[in-house]
Nanobody, 131 residues
Framework: QLQLVESGGGLVQPGGSLRLSCAASGFTLDYYHIGWFRQAPGKEREGISC????????NYADSVKGRFTISRDNAKNMVYLQMNSLKPEDTAIYYC????????????????????????WGQGTQVTVSS
């Protein structure tokens, strides 16, 4: 059974850091683009970052650019989201998602930031940024 499990969330003070992990079981991530999404109470789900299957292409939402870094270790079947300089507005449930649909940005393999492109989702991990 294909499953994604997020971990690493928690309570952190503004300016702090967290590293979220996304572990896959029941399949190998090698051929999947992975996206990170978040949803705060009363707000729509937001795509914040993605990485293509090879790891050669990444995208970031403007709200996290320069603060968050996505990476993957296909040998460990893991994807990570390093979050630095956290702000209270980063408080949300964070989800990872996987897609095996080809996605191109021009002539090159990329990754989508839209949730509807992803078929497989984890259960989410809570991140709370508060003093």
């Amino acid at each position: 059974q294909l499953q994604l499990v997020e971990s690493g969330g928690g309570l952190v003070q503004p300016g702090g850091s967290l590293r979220l992990s996304c572990a896959a079981s029941g399949f190998t991530l090698d051929y999947y683009h992975i996206g990170w999404f978040r949803q705060a109470p009363g707000k729509e789900r937001e795509g914040i970052s993605c990485i293509n299957s090879s790891g050669g292409s990444t995208n970031y939402a403007d709200s996290v650019k320069g603060r968050f870094t996505i990476s993957r270790d296909n040998a460990k079947n893991m994807v990570y989201l390093q979050m630095n300089s956290l702000k209270p507005e980063d408080t949300a449930i964070y989800y990872c998602a996987a897609s095996d649909r080809p996605y191109y940005e021009g002539r090159f393999s990329g990754c989508p930031m839209m949730g509807q492109e992803y078929a497989y989702w984890g259960q989410g991990t809570q991140v709370t940024v508060s003093s």
